[in-house]
């Protein structure tokens, strides 16, 4: 679990390296980035190289200054040269500034064997989420023209598609957003945004091909991802799979996305900026939860120390979490496990993000704020899917999410999932269509709410959605902009070989429809408003039918949270793990201004002795958890089904020094579960002796760990100690060193 310290500030003047040193060491600080070179080849730190490359970065301040000009000077002409990309990612001259910038930055750092290399910072295609159509630029067309001929085939499907009439494929150029809106037709701008998403993603993979002709592991490093959006290119089902690090940031429900995609990217976890109290705690335990356990980032230095370099009040707060997280062995038993999932897919569908962004939104001006050209119907759009992820968490239901490649290469069926959900999923692929009817037929549960494939993969409009026929509904007319935008129950839906389940406010919310050996659902609303009315405690209205419709598809949480009246616990995380024959249950409760404690009854469904990791104390046999949790609150248990009797430390009791001394521990009970586990060794004054301790991980309920005692050290007394992560349960060792 690395801990990542960020610079970004003046270099450390001369003669204060070694305060600020065991500052940092007492941090649990364990890698250096964005610190000079000559430091970091000499501290006594690992390092994260800085190499930073240009035209990646999302400009600001007089950065962003080409950028407006060029957004300023396509409003005055409308001449789509002004929508080439200054740093176009397929023109071969900067494509050849890349690999000179990756030889000169990267070459000086491969000799230290850097953690990972921080070559993207805040990128976009565009500028954070900003609307803006890249790129037209004679690389990109003569580029695309060859993509479109492989997904179309033929100029006359193109022509079909888009609704065009070209003869000839040099003349062929897709539709700014005005023209795709002023057509009604918007499958040629939607193939372009697809286009510029693989192009994004294939500009990555060279940059990380380049990095690898100098370090043939080295891994890519994006901090500070941004939110998936039409323009932005940041489809994380496509990079997660390229680059090699994360630091996200977590708006968007990226924290979601990015722990989805690629279970083994490493992803570290946030802390810094001067954050203190509770929300220190709350940030680095979500991120846990969510499998960010490669370790913690902290920006920066100069919000750590003070200028006395004394550790300002986020220091503490930070030092005392990473001690009880990184120093606990709490990550590292996170980190082994797998984070469980009761059998639900939610769609990520940029299909859909395209389809919902292009029938209101707006390319901003140069006097608009940035990320600002988003509608209302996109808004929506970005508001229901927020709901049914925090819904689904508030039901206590574990998910994934699944993007349009997967579906249609049959991920619903191979990866065991039961469910699939579709948030306003408004463009739905013909390979998607086929593989969810499949999905159903071999017994799958689809579930979605309303406008559900108004449109194809090419964000074109249909004459009917194209899966009504397995929800068995029908329409008097197909549903179009005006109603895509409104967050009303369509009011001429009807059940065609569906039955109705319930009503709202008049209206039919819910058909049924059994297909095969599966069940389809759909829920005639949406749950845009569900994160304000959970606010204002009037979110039942959704929870109650929702939460029905899962039963009625067979789904149930592994675990129920429920308040001293019985009621479901709202507002919280529930994240499950498991490692052979463990569990590990995590809660986190939302950090709100008002401070609350609310009694909870944990349903486990079976018994299990429960140890409560954080407070370091057993529980006792129990198929429920009775407890309290506050604000923002983490709570970690472990439920095993045999209790741990005792840890096991073997060892020689005296030893010189030169010498190599080797211990053997085995852990007791349990019921033969894995565990992490402290393995600390004090010298004769009781000092830690760092180099020498360590964290273990065991296997057939046992470990190993050793060491050389230096020359120079003190003769003595020393103690060597090993925790258990899970039960508390210690043995102490006394080692005689002469």
Known sequence: ???????????????????????????????????????????????????????????????????????RN???????????????????????QQEREIDKLVAPWVPFSPMS???????????????????????????????????????????????????????????????????????????????????????YAYVRDLLRRHDPEGLVLLSGTQES??????????????????????????????????????????????????????????????????????FWQYSILNP??????????????????????????????????????????FPSIHGSWIVDGHT??????????????????????????????????????VARQQIEAGDLTRRNFRALILPFSVAITAREAQAIRAFVEAGGVVIADAQAGVMDGHARWLPSGSLDDLFGIERSRPARGPELASDKPESDLKARTARPLAQLEGQPVAFARESGKGKALYLNFFLSSY?????????????????????????EPAFRVLTDGGRPLRGFLTASFRKGSAEYLGLLKTD??????????????????????????????????RDSIQTAEPKLYALLPEPVTRVVLDGPRTARRGDSVRFRIRVAGGGGHETVLRFRVLRADGALARPYSENLETASGGAEAGFRIALNDPPGSWRVQVTDAVSAQEAVLRLEVR
């Open 308 to 349: 006395d370099y004394r550790f300002s009040e986020s220091a503490e707060s930070i030092r005392e979490a990473l001690e009880e997280i990184r120093d606990g062995g709490i990550a590292r038993l996170l980190r082994s496990a797998e984070r469980s999932n009761d059998g639900i897919a939610i769609h990520y569908s």
């Open 229 to 298: 959006s039409p323009h932005n290119g940041c489809d994380y089902s496509r990079l997660n799979h390229i680059v090699g690090h994360l630091n996200p940031y977590t708006g968007g429900n990226q924290l979601e996305f990015l722990r989805s995609f690629n279970p083994g990217l490493r992803m570290s976890v946030g802390t810094g900026y001067g954050v203190s109290g509770r929300t220190t705690l709350y940030d680095l335990y979500n991120g846990l939860f969510h499998g960010f356990t490669a370790g913690a980032y902290i």
């Open 364 to 401: 901003t001006g140069p006097d608009e704020p940035i990320g600002e050209g988003a509608g209302p119907t996109y808004r929506k759009f970005e508001a229901n899917r927020d709901g049914w992820v925090n819904l689904l968490k508030d039901l206590g239901f574990g998910f994934d999410f």
């Open 117 to 203: 290399y921080y070559i993207y910072e805040e990128p976009s295609l565009t500028c954070y989420t900003d609307a803006m159509d890249l790129c037209f630029s004679p690389h990109c067309m003569a580029k695309m023209r060859e993509w479109l001929k492989k997904q179309y085939g033929s100029l006359e499907a193109l022509n079909r598609q888009w609704g065009t009439r070209y003869a000839r494929w040099e003349d062929v150029i897709p539709d700014t957003t005005e023209e795709a809106q002023q057509r009604g037709n918007y499958s040629s701008w939607a193939d372009h945004r697809t286009f510029m998403e693989e192009t994004y993603a294939e500009n």
């Open 592 to 625: 709100e201004p008002e401070v609350r404690s609310h009694p909870i009854t944990v349903q486990l469904g079976r018994p299990w002795h429960i140890y409560d990791v954080r407070g370091r104390r057993y529980l006792g046999q129990a198929e429920r958890i």
């Open 531 to 555: 994160v304000e009315d959970r606010r204002d405690g009037r979110e039942e209205r959704w929870r109650e039918p929702v939460h029905r419709a899962l039963r009625w598809g067979g789904l």
């Open 74 to 96: 396509w409003a005055k002409t409308r001449d789509k040269r002004y929508l080439a990309r200054l740093y176009c990612l397929n023109d071969p001259a900067y494509r050849k």
């Open 1 to 71: 679990f690395d801990v990542v310290m960020y610079l970004f500030g003046p270099d450390p003047a001369p003669g204060l390296w070694k305060t600020i040193e065991s500052r940092l060491e007492q941090m649990q600080v364990s890698t250096l980035s964005s610190y000079p070179l000559e430091l970091s080849k000499h501290a006594n730190f690992g390092v994260q190289a800085q190499t930073r490359i240009s035209g990646q970065e999302s400009p600001d301040g007089d950065a962003r200054k080409p950028y407006l000009e060029q957004k």
